[in-house]
């Protein structure tokens, strides 16, 4: 179901004329990787801060308040054109592991970030002063690190065509992981 879906949006004109396009996808990649560069640098001093690690002797409010902003407009269009990419050739995407990896991490990332801001950070006013937070702010900024980390690396290895569906023979797990339909042998 969710493949000829993603067959029928790759057929669509817009998907075509921007795979195909000599300018303009080219446009969309780099301004995906510069400001998945801004967002991911920001995260990274902010959960640095978090750790207690760097930038010890600023509040961490004050530290979040001068980040957020950037890291929020780095978040916002590393999105569009990361959407762009996709509707660009989604089948391909879909069935590459390393992208279903960079999925994964990507909402494993985005709730922790979620339950970062709802719960530890509500209470920052108590612990941001302090040059090393509390153990769930710590925690929070460990696995954000760790889990942009592996968006970025798997993020990269999705240009590589080592377990495409269309390479056979693989291995059961790297079919099942990729989700490819193998026909009747």
């Known amino acids: 179901m969710v493949l000829s879906i993603l067959e029928w949006l ?9 795979l195909e396009s000599i300018w303009v996808w080219p446009l969309v990649e780099s301004t995906h990787v510069l400001t998945l560069g801004l967002f991911v640098g920001t995260t990274i001093m902010m959960d640095l801060r978090l750790l207690g690690v760097t930038f010890r002797q600023v509040p961490v409010s004050a530290f979040t308040g001068r980040m957020l902003p950037w890291t ?3 978040f916002a269009i590393m999105t569009v054109t990361g959407l ?4 660009s050739n989604p089948v391909r ?13 990507l909402a494993i990332a985005g709730f922790n970030a979620w339950f970062f801001h709802a719960r530890a950070h509500r209470t920052v006013d108590e612990w941001g002063a302090e040059p090393t937070p509390p153990r769930a702010a710590r925690i929070a900024g460990a ?8 968006v970025v690396i798997s993020g990269r290895l999705i240009a590589y065509n080592w377990f495409d ?3 056979q023979p693989q291995p059961d797990l790297i079919n099942w992981a990729a989700g490819c339909v193998l026909g009747a042998e």
């Open 72 to 74: 929020r407009v780095g």
């Open 93 to 105: 995407y879909y069935t590459n592991v390393f992208f279903r990896l960079k999925v994964l991490v």
């Open 10 to 18: 790759e057929g669509t004109r817009w998907s075509i004329a921007l």
């Open 84 to 87: 762009l990419l996709f509707y």
């Open 165 to 167: 569906c269309d390479i």
């Open 143 to 150: 696995v954000s690190i760790v889990g942009w980390t592996i």
